[in-house]
């Protein structure tokens, strides 16, 4: 986001008094609404720390009110700092609008989110990279992890976790169900042969992520599909599960929509261990009335729709079509 045009304007302040509103004021505070910190809002603007700190003070003299409270990691909007939100995006709307071709605002900024490794590049890549392609002023920042959603104004729009979060003062949306299902290499397959039946789990070792280092509930409750199954290769990264699996390190619990694109991985008991999970989206209400944020959020769901069977493990391979 630019540094904001110095537009000032008059307005009745909220204890009768007369009071000077400054827009560069306003837009201060829809950044510091929107990203929690008044570091991040200073790095966006274009101006120090100090001078963020100077502007809301002086907004909140003009409007007769304290418009952000402390809160863990950072800052929260007051209910009168919510009202001023609203006037503050008008404002940025219609300088937007002023220095658009026609009076239409063009989409720009950075929209900065956090997902899951596999989410991260096979839905919300592909939705970022559409985004931009419409919106070449639009930048998006993935951060991968796997986590529980926090929200607690760590610079992010967007938060993508697997099962329903617990958030406070956030918007979560559901995205989709996804499906794990167990999988082994055409080689390993050939040399320690394939489960004939849950009870045989027990001979494999298993390709999945460190228990100790696990943070989702959902993914933990994965893995009592059946008996169990010793340790083979583990990681925090569901890149390594698919590579260690095709390495023939054993059998790996696997997304359906990353494993299902290499021919040499076999699924083995799909009817016995097929695991549904479910992608929520993590966002404030404040951040989703950003047009680039709502623009990217859009995109991900119509992702997350055309990959729908993919995700599912139901979709049709290219050997399968060329046969039929």
């Not at 569901?238 to 790996?252: I, K, P, Y």
């Not at 021919?263 to 680039?292: F, K, N, Q």
Request: charged fraction near 20%; glycine fraction near 8%.
């Amino acid at each position: 986001m630019a540094k904001p045009a110095p537009h000032v304007c008059e307005n009745a302040d909220v204890t009768g008094g007369m009071r000077r509103l400054s827009a560069d004021d306003l837009l201060v505070l829809l950044a510091v609404g929107r990203s929690g910190r008044f570091v991040t809002a200073a790095d966006e603007l274009g101006i120090n720390h100090t001078t963020i700190s100077r502007r809301i003070a002086a907004l909140e003299r003009a409007v007769g009110g304290r418009l952000l409270a402390r809160v863990s990691g950072g800052w929260e909007l007051t209910d009168l700092g919510r009202d001023a939100l609203a006037a503050a995006e008008a404002v940025e709307t219609a300088i937007g609008s002023l220095s658009a071709p026609g009076g239409r605002r063009e989409l720009a900024g950075v929209v900065r989110m956090s997902a899951t490794d596999g989410f991260s590049a096979y839905i919300a890549a592909p939705a970022a990279a559409s985004v931009q392609r419409r919106h070449p002023r639009v930048a998006v920042e993935i951060v991968t992890m796997t986590r529980r959603a926090t929200q607690q104004r760590s610079g992010l729009d967007i938060e993508i976790v697997v099962g329903e979060p617990q958030v406070h003062r956030a918007r979560a949306i559901p995205l989709g169900e996804y499906r794990l299902g167990l999988y082994g290499s055409v080689g390993y397959l050939a040399e320690f042969g394939t489960p004939a039946h849950i009870g045989e789990l027990s001979q494999h070792p298993l390709v999945y992520f460190i228990d100790s280092m696990l943070q989702v509930d959902d993914l933990d409750l994965a893995r009592s599909f059946g008996p169990v199954m010793r340790e083979s290769v583990t990681s925090t990264n569901v890149f390594v599960h698919v590579e260690a699996t095709r390495a023939a390190s054993g059998l790996g619990l696997l997304p359906c929509f990353m494993a299902d694109r290499h021919a040499d991985l076999v699924r083995v008991l799909p009817d016995s261990v097929a695991v549904g999970l479910t992608y929520w989206l993590v966002t404030r209400s404040e951040t989703l009335r950003r047009p680039e944020v709502a623009a990217v959020v859009d995109a991900i769901v119509s992702r997350m729709a055309d990959q729908h069977d993919e995700l599912m493990g139901t979709a049709t391979s290219a050997e399968e079509r060329e046969s039929s």
